[in-house]
């Protein structure tokens, strides 16, 4: 986190992304726990080491460093064993898998090419003892477009049959891609970008753990980098006077909630109507089906309030159906039966 003055706000707070390769000391020893990063007794970290340029520089031999304090720096890593200082990325377990589909790529092209290079092979069926008219072997005929051509006796002439790709070619690279988004808990059809050969049940049954997934990442996120950033704006914001309501107190006391996208249904109209039906029986609340869109409950209600009080205004038709009631909002309330 770090001061820019070229912002158009009064605070000034920015990030600066780092690469994890600057992150190292030069005079890194075996004796300490790891490398770019200081710990105290407890475990905690206490500053950060970044090359002032990147290793992978060519043009840059240099070994100099600045030493930023931990509090100054959003380390954000998932930590998936007991003392694990550093991350490690999840693509990771896939990287072989990427080199070898690039490699059979490369290899049915070139088989592919090598066959598209010859225009067609001279052969005899001639038995031995009957030979045909000399020919020398591999040498190139010239043919032009569109003649009638004779060969030499006893000889024929055939095409090459393009045999690459194979018939299990496209399977394999299948296999490959779902394998490689199996690390990320990603379906096939979002790592290949092709739905044409899943129907509606099983796209969804997919996508049930991906999006599981991605909503473990986001509360991950909010904790370890968006919490840290909102606390940091706000210690600077309350040194600007007028910048704040005064009275708030402590910004620990302040409840908040951070808004994703949302996704998006397939069939909106199921979608709907089990909406409907979640706020009948009180299953669910508007709090959380707005949030599922990325959205704001109050603001959308206050918006939803004015529109409907303009067209009173302007006169026109408004019909509301309450989802609490199952019935339109401005018919009189139902008979409660005391008996």
């Excluded at 790529?105 to 069926?125: H, K, P, R, S, W």
């Excluded at 309501?245 to 949302?262: K, N, S, T, V």
Aim: with cysteine; charged share 25%; glycine share 6%.
């Amino acid at each position: 986190m770090t001061n820019n003055p070229q912002l158009p706000t009064l605070v000034q707070l920015d990030l600066k992304l780092i690469e994890p390769d600057q992150v190292t000391t030069p005079d890194f020893r075996l004796d300490v726990p790891v490398d770019g990063i200081v710990f105290d007794d407890a475990g905690n970290p206490v500053e950060y080491h970044v090359l002032k340029d990147h290793p992978g520089d060519g043009y840059s031999i240099s070994r100099e460093y600045d030493r930023v304090p931990a509090a100054a720096v959003i380390h954000w890593f998932r930590a998936d064993r007991p003392g694990q200082a550093r991350g490690v990325p999840d693509i990771l377990p896939a990287l072989p898998l990427f080199a070898q589909l690039r490699h059979v790529t490369l290899a049915v092209i070139a088989a592919a090419e090598t066959a598209a290079d010859f225009a067609g092979i001279l052969y005899t069926d001639a038995p031995a003892g009957g030979e045909p008219d000399a020919a020398e072997p591999f040498e190139p005929i010239e043919l032009e477009k569109r003649a009638l051509v004779t060969m030499p006796g006893g000889w024929k002439m055939s095409q090459l049959q393009a045999e690459q790709p194979a018939t299990t070619y496209a399977e394999f690279k299948r296999e490959i891609l779902n394998e490689i988004a199996r690390c990320l808990n990603m379906p096939f059809n979002v790592a290949a970008g092709n739905s044409s050969g899943y129907n509606y049940a099983s796209g969804r049954l997919d996508h049930q753990t991906y999006f599981k997934s991605i909503r473990v990442e986001q509360a991950h996120f909010e904790a370890a980098v968006l919490d840290r950033i909102l606390t940091a704006w706000f210690d600077e914001a309350v040194l600007i006077p007028g910048l704040l309501p005064a009275g708030l107190g402590p910004f620990i006391r302040w409840p908040h909630q951070w808004f994703w996208d949302g996704h998006e249904h397939v069939d909106p109209a199921k979608e709907a109507t089990a909406q409907a039906t979640r706020l009948a029986n009180h299953t669910t609340t508007l709090a959380h089906e707005y949030a599922r869109q990325g959205r704001d409950w109050e603001e959308a209600l206050r918006q939803r309030a004015k529109e409907l009080a303009l067209m009173r205004d302007l006169g026109l038709i408004v019909s509301e159906t309450d989802p609490f009631l199952g019935k339109d909002s401005d018919d009189d309330e139902p008979a409660i039966d005391e008996e």
